[in-house]
């Protein structure tokens, strides 16, 4: 949605995005895409949450199996639309020190731009592996979906110190709704920069509508039944 220059200004002038305001309105259409898009998130999520229960339950008990220091579910703050930040579920695949260890490891980030990828994170359990090979870690964010903060296709939601070094042209990313996958996650993923991700990102923004939304959402069933680029 588009913003005045007067509020652009306030987002990037040290003010919280969120707090520069959003657009006075927006067209009717694109409203209408929006509650049909909300309907979709809501109605997929569910059935989602009630087909593959079974399976997280087994994927919670694997993952206590294989390290029982740590819990099931692992939250990360994340940056949703407008700069408002919400607390984004995952199942852990990590260890259980995995964030005290980021440090160590940011010299070997292996994606150039503002994200952290190493292929071989010493971090990653063994189970943790086979979900992030698969994307079964990222079940859990169904229920963001439910809760609103999330929306099944949209751009990937960042992390607090990645939006601090953004350029103006790249928090375009944060107007809209965050999602579990989108153009990114089915066009290499992890082989992309981070330059290359936001340019798919504003694409989608600029692109996005209904049948956009539901093609990306077949072409990830796709991706995670045929190959995937996730590590």
Request: overall charge positive; proline content about 4%.
């Amino acid at each position: 949605m588009a913003k005045s220059s007067k509020d652009m200004e306030m987002a990037y002038a040290g003010v919280p995005y969120h707090a520069a305001g959003r657009a006075k309105s927006a067209p009717r259409s694109h409203r209408s895409y929006e509650r049909s898009k909300r309907m979709l998130d809501i109605l997929m999520a569910s059935v989602g949450l009630a087909v593959l229960s079974p399976l997280m339950a087994i994927v919670a008990i694997l993952i206590k199996l294989d390290d029982p220091r740590g819990g099931v579910l692992f939250r990360q703050v994340r940056v949703g639309r407008w700069g408002q930040e919400f607390t984004m579920f995952k199942f852990r695949s990590m260890a259980s020190d995995a964030e005290q260890r980021l440090e160590q490891l940011l010299q070997l980030n292996e994606i150039q731009g503002k994200m952290f990828k190493m292929k071989n994170d010493p971090r990653i359990t063994r189970i943790g592996r086979l979900l992030r090979k698969t994307s079964l870690d990222e079940l859990p964010q169904l229920w963001n979906v439910l809760l609103g903060n999330m929306s099944l296709v949209g751009p990937r939601p960042s992390l607090p110190r990645e939006v601090a070094q953004y350029t103006i042209a790249e928090r375009e990313r944060l107007h809209v709704i965050p999602g579990c996958t989108g153009l990114w996650q089915v066009s290499g993923r992890s082989r992309l920069s981070f330059e290359e991700m936001v340019a798919l990102d504003l694409h989608y923004i600029r692109h996005r509508n209904l049948r956009m939304d539901i093609g990306l959402i077949f072409r990830t069933f796709k991706v995670m039944i045929l190959k995937s680029d996730a590590y």
